[in-house]
């Protein structure tokens, strides 16, 4: 079992950054790999990026690549996603998720989805 809680969001002007971070409990979460989706106001979840649980693959939407950056500290059980040069269309609510597998892009492939915090970039 895995239970997350993402932190970090808040409100930026274009062009800047956030770091968010999604704190994970559970026996097994360094065996799991994970992913970040987001939800803009009245659209459906996307895929963002995913880490493997060593941390040495990764993969993101072309909507987010060269500018999000994915990486995990299994020391303390977190998980990050660093956003730079943000746009107004990123502004959406953030979520972690968990899967007992490898990467993935599809949010029925993910076992454990976290509460979600909100980014919103002003332009």
């Known amino acids: 079992q895995v239970q997350l809680v993402e932190s970090g969001g808040g409100l930026v002007q274009a062009g800047g950054s956030l770091r968010l971070s999604c704190a994970a409990s559970?026996?097994?979460?360094?065996?799991?790999?994970m992913g970040w989706f987001r939800q803009a106001p009245g659209k459906e979840r996307e895929f963002a990026a995913t880490?493997?649980?060593?941390?040495?693959?990764?993969y993101y939407a072309d909507s987010v690549k060269g500018r999000f950056t994915i990486s995990r500290d299994n020391a303390k059980n977190t998980v990050y996603l660093q956003m730079n040069s943000l746009k107004p269309e990123d502004t959406a609510v953030y979520y972690c998720?968990?899967?007992?597998?490898?990467?993935?892009?599809?949010?029925?492939?993910?076992?454990?989805w976290g509460q979600g915090t909100q980014v919103t970039v002003s332009s």
């Open positions: 559970g026996r097994t979460f360094s065996t799991y790999a």
């Open positions: 998720a968990a899967r007992d597998g490898g990467t993935a892009e599809l949010e029925r492939e993910y076992d454990y």
């Open positions: 880490v493997s649980w060593s941390g040495g693959i990764t």
